[in-house]
C-alpha cells in the first residue's frame, strides 16, 4: 500500500526549488543585468548580457541531464539525489562569491592583457567565470533534484507534490523584493548573503528532513552513448543559434545605408526569421540525436518541445531584458529596484493563473489552454510596445504573467500525454531544449540585435525584440496544429 505523504512531506521534498529560484529570480533579471552595465560600454550591453547568457545556458544544457543520469546510478548511502544536492549548493555558495567579487576587479591592472586579448575588461571576465561556474554546480544540484518527486511520491499523490512544487518555484517573485533596492544602492554582498542563505537554508531542510532509500543494485550499461548525445544535441543548437546571429548582423551591414524604417523591417523579419528558425532547426536536429530514428513517430511530442521553446524562449527574454527597458527608454532612476518591484506585481497574477490553469487543465483541456496561453501574452507584449510609463508597464507585465502561469501550469501536463509512457523519462529529459535553449536563442539573438537599434536611435532596440518575441508567443500557438494527442488522452486534452 502507498504511504499517504503529509502536507510537510511535500514541502521538504520540494523546499530546495525556493532555493533554486531564488538564486534564478536574481541573477538573471536584477544582478547579471546590473553588473554587466557597470562593466562594458553602454552601447554594447544588451550583447554581452547575451553573451553570458549564451554561454551559461548552454553549459546548464549538458550539465543537468548529465548530473540527472549519474544520480539515477548513484549507490550512496545517503540516496541518489541529496549528496547531488549537498555537493551542488556548496560551491554554489563559491561561485557566488566569485560573482559578488566582480565589481572589485574594475580598473584592474590584468585590463592591459584582457582588454586586448579579448575586448572585455577584467570585471567581466570574472563575472563571466562566476556565472559559468554557478551553472554547473546549481544544475549538479538541479539535475538530482528532479528525481525527488518520481522516487519518493506515490502517483496518486504527484499532483498535489507538483502543486508544492510550482508554489516554490514562484514565490520568490515576491521574496525578491529587496534584491533591486539593495543592487542599486550597491550593496552587492548583501544580495549575495541574501541567495547563498537561501541556497543553504533549503539544501539543509532537505538533507534532514527527506528520506532516501540507497540504490540497491548496480545499474547496467554504459553511460558514454547517452552522453554523447548530449554533447552533440548542445553542439548543434549553439551552432544553429550562432548561424541565425551571423545572418541577422550581415543583414544590418547589407541594409546600414538603408532608412531606419526600412532597417526596422528588413532586419527585424531577419531576426524574428532567425529566431524561429534556430528553434526549428535545432528541436529538429536536437531531436532525432536525442530520440533516434522513433523521431518519425513522434512528431507531435517534436511539435510540443517547439510550442515550449518558443513560449519559453518569447517570456523570458522580456524579463531578462526589462531592466534595460525601464532604464533606456522610460529613463527610470533605479531600474534594478523597479524591476523587482515589477515581478512582484507581475508574480500577483502568475500565481492563481497557475492555480486555476491547473484545475482547469483536465475540464476544458490541456492543449486548448496552452493555446489561449499563448494569445494572452501576445496581448500584454503588445501593451508593452506601447506603454510610456510604469503603470503600463505592470498592467502589460501582469496580462503576460496570466498567460505565463496558464502555460506553465498546462504545457508540461499535455507534455506528459505525448511522451510514450515507457520511455517518459528519455523523452522529458529532451525538453530540456526548451529550458536551456529558450535563452540561447531569445537572448543570444535578441541582445546583439537591441544594441544595432539602439545605436541607430536611443530606445528603439528594445521596442524590435519585444515585438519579435510578440510575434513568437503567436507562432508558439500556431504550432498547437500539428500536436495530435494520443486516443487515449483525447477527452482531457480537449480535443473531444
Not at 552601447?43 to 549564451?54: G, S
Not at 592583457?113 to 563571466?128: E, H, I, K, N, R
Not at 499535455?414 to 523519462?425: H, I, M, N, S, Y
Request: proline content about 4%.
Amino acid at each position: 500500500m502507498n504511504r499517504i505523504l503529509r502536507w510537510y512531506d511535500h514541502l521538504t521534498i520540494n523546499i530546495y526549488w525556493l532555493g533554486l529560484n531564488v538564486a534564478s529570480g536574481s541573477i538573471t533579471p536584477v544582478i547579471l543585468p546590473f553588473l554587466v552595465a557597470l562593466f562594458v560600454p553602454p552601447e554594447q550591453k544588451n550583447t554581452y548580457l547575451a553573451m553570458i547568457r549564451v554561454i551559461g545556458l548552454a553549459v546548464a544544457m549538458m550539465v543537468q541531464p548529465m548530473a540527472g543520469m549519474l544520480s539515477d546510478r548513484s549507490m550512496l548511502r545517503w540516496g541518489r539525489r541529496r549528496p547531488y544536492i549537498f555537493i551542488g549548493t556548496l560551491f554554489d555558495v563559491v561561485f557566488l562569491v566569485i560573482i559578488g567579487a566582480s565589481p572589485l576587479f574594475v580598473g584592474s591592472a590584468l585590463d592591459g592583457f584582457f582588454q586586448p586579448t579579448f575586448g572585455v575588461s577584467t570585471a567581466y571576465v570574472v563575472l563571466l567565470l562566476g556565472i559559468v561556474l554557478m551553472q554547473v554546480s546549481s544544475n549538479v544540484a538541479h539535475g538530482a533534484l528532479q528525481g525527488l518527486i518520481p522516487d519518493l511520491v506515490p502517483e496518486d499523490q504527484r499532483g498535489r507534490s507538483s502543486g508544492v512544487k510550482a508554489v516554490m518555484e514562484l514565490l520568490p517573485s515576491f521574496l525578491l523584493i529587496a534584491i533591486g533596492p539593495l543592487m542599486d544602492h550597491g550593496y552587492y554582498w548583501a544580495v549575495v548573503g541574501i541567495v547563498a542563505a537561501f541556497l543553504v537554508g533549503t539544501m539543509l531542510i532537505t538533507l534532514i528532513f527527506v528520506r532516501e532509500e540507497p540504490l540497491r543494485e548496480k545499474p547496467t550499461g554504459s553511460i558514454r552513448g547517452p552522453f554523447l548525445r548530449l554533447v552533440a544535441l548542445t553542439a548543434i543548437f549553439v551552432a544553429v543559434t550562432q548561424g541565425a546571429i551571423w545572418m541577422v548582423r550581415a543583414a544590418g551591414g547589407w541594409l546600414s545605408a538603408a532608412t531606419v524604417a526600412t532597417q526596422v523591417a528588413l532586419v527585424g523579419m531577419a531576426g524574428l526569421v532567425g529566431m524561429a528558425g534556430a528553434i526549428f532547426l535545432g528541436v529538429y536536429f536536437g531531436a532525432w540525436v536525442g530520440i533516434g530514428r522513433e523521431a518519425r513517430q513522434q512528431t507531435s511530442f517534436i511539435w510540443w518541445v517547439i510550442n515550449r521553446l518558443l513560449f519559453l524562449a518569447a517570456v523570458g527574454s522580456i524579463q531578462g531584458y526589462a531592466q534595460y527597458f525601464l532604464a533606456d527608454v522610460l529613463h527610470i532612476a533605479n531600474a534594478a529596484t523597479m524591476t523587482t518591484i515589477l515581478l512582484a506585481a507581475v508574480g500577483l497574477f502568475l500565481l492563481p493563473s497557475a492555480l486555476i490553469g491547473g484545475n482547469l487543465a483536465d475540464r476544458v483541456g490541456r492543449k486548448r489552454l496552452v493555446g489561449l496561453s499563448g494569445l494572452i501574452a501576445a496581448g500584454g507584449t503588445l501593451l508593452l510596445l506601447f506603454s510610456t510609463n510604469v503603470p503600463m508597464v505592470v498592467i502589460s507585465g501582469c496580462i503576460i504573467g496570466i498567460g505565463t502561469g496558464l502555460f506553465m501550469a498546462t504545457n508540461w501536463a499535455l507534455g506528459t500525454d505525448l511522451a510514450p509512457a515507457q520511455e517518459a523519462g528519455r523523452y522529458l529529459g529532451i525538453s530540456n531544449l526548451a529550458g536551456a535553449g529558450a535563452g540561447i536563442v531569445g537572448a543570444g539573438i535578441g541582445g546583439p540585435m537591441a544594441d544595432f537599434f539602439n545605436r541607430l536611435q536611443p530606445g528603439l532596440g528594445y521596442l524590435v525584440i519585444f515585438a519579435i518575441y510578440g510575434v513568437l508567443f503567436l507562432v508558439s500557438t500556431a504550432t498547437l496544429f500539428y500536436v495530435h494527442i494520443p486516443a487515449s488522452s483525447e477527452k482531457r486534452s480537449g480535443l473531444v
